[in-house]
């Protein structure tokens, strides 16, 4: 299969562009996986430029290693043909520890530099909290000012080409935009035709924040999403007509918003099928009747709420 070349838009003030589809690295039990490297190889083989991964995701070093492959093989000539992602998690996410965090990270990747740093999540936890469930206690409010000053470090030092926030409401994102020096380049947030986050898109093209998608499918194989995308009828109705699938169809849709988008398939069928969304498109009928489709989150974040932390509903923690 020939190498595909993937279209870049540009992102934030300092000249970077950010690959349309990245690659996603998160797996279900948030552990290595043995097909994580070879996958990551024959991506890039295919064409994927952008890889995504997290500090909580246990994939940072895998994804390291199979950098570091690629080079040695001759797949890419250097790390610079790269742009990789990497998320700041939420027990780091204190003035103090958010450089340790990054320099942790950049160790993993074996690199000297990520091309974009992320805010995972819009929540502190207390230092050395682990895993995906955690006492209500552990929970605190993020200082947002210090921890963006500490994202804003990084990036003056040259760890991050790019740095960002993840999972964050407007309203939130429009306090980081209150006071940040660097303003975040990219907002990462689901984004798919059954939760379109309209408010959201249109708040960060009003103020240069690039919308990143992720779950583009409604992360059908993990802990916490579900089939209800890929079995909407009317997406299935659309891609049938179109001779298309409904995973191209969503990725087309998400494109069409002018967002990227994260996309997770280990299956090199899809991984191509994933590329192939950029010589065609969705007639303005087809977006309105994607428009009119009822809307659900899939991720609530419903661990970082309860009556005793700093979000005690649904409605605080995505100001909705």
């Known amino acids: 299969m020939a190498k595909m070349d993937i279209p870049e838009t ?68 250097s790390r610079n043909d790269l742009f990789i992602t990497s998320k700041l998690w939420c027990s780091d996410a204190h003035s103090d520890r958010v450089l340790p965090a990054l320099q942790n990270t950049l160790k993993n990747l074996g690199t000297e530099y990520v091309d974009l740093y992320l805010i995972h999540f819009p929540v502190s936890l207390k230092p050395g909290s682990r895993g995906i469930t955690f006492p209500a206690e552990d929970v605190l409010l993020m200082d947002f000012k210090s921890v963006w000053e500490a ?97 191209q169809v969503c990725l087309r849709w998400c494109h069409q918003q002018g967002a990227s988008v994260i996309v997770k398939s280990f299956s090199e069928e899809r991984m191509v099928e994933n590329l192939e969304i950029f010589d065609w498109e969705l007639s303005a009928e087809e977006c309105r009747k994607i428009e009119q489709i009822p809307q659900q989150k899939g991720y609530t974040a419903h661990h970082f709420i309860s009556p005793q932390g700093p979000y005690k509903s649904f409605e605080q923690f995505w100001d909705e």
């Open 10 to 77: 540009r992102i934030g003030s300092m000249g970077s562009t950010i690959p349309l589809i990245g690659f996603g690295t998160a797996s279900s039990v948030l552990a290595p996986s043995e097909s994580l490297k070879p996958s990551v190889l024959n991506a890039i083989r295919l064409g994927y430029r952008h890889f995504d991964t997290a500090a909580f995701y246990n994939s940072e070093h895998c994804l390291g290693e199979a950098v570091a492959e690629a080079l040695s093989l001759g797949l890419i000539k």
């Open 151 to 247: 994202m804003e470090k990084c990036h003056n030092l040259g760890l991050s080409k790019n740095i960002g926030v993840s999972n964050f409401s407007s309203k939130k994102l429009e306090t980081i935009l209150s006071f940040a020096k660097i303003p975040p380049a990219v907002n990462q947030v689901e984004l798919n035709p059954l939760w379109q986050q309209k408010k959201l898109q249109e708040y960060c093209k009003k103020n240069n924040v690039h919308l990143s998608g992720f779950s583009p499918l409604g992360a059908p194989n993990t802990w916490w999403g579900n089939n209800r995308v890929l079995d909407s009828e009317v997406l299935n109705s659309i891609a049938k007509a179109k001779g298309k699938t409904v995973a």
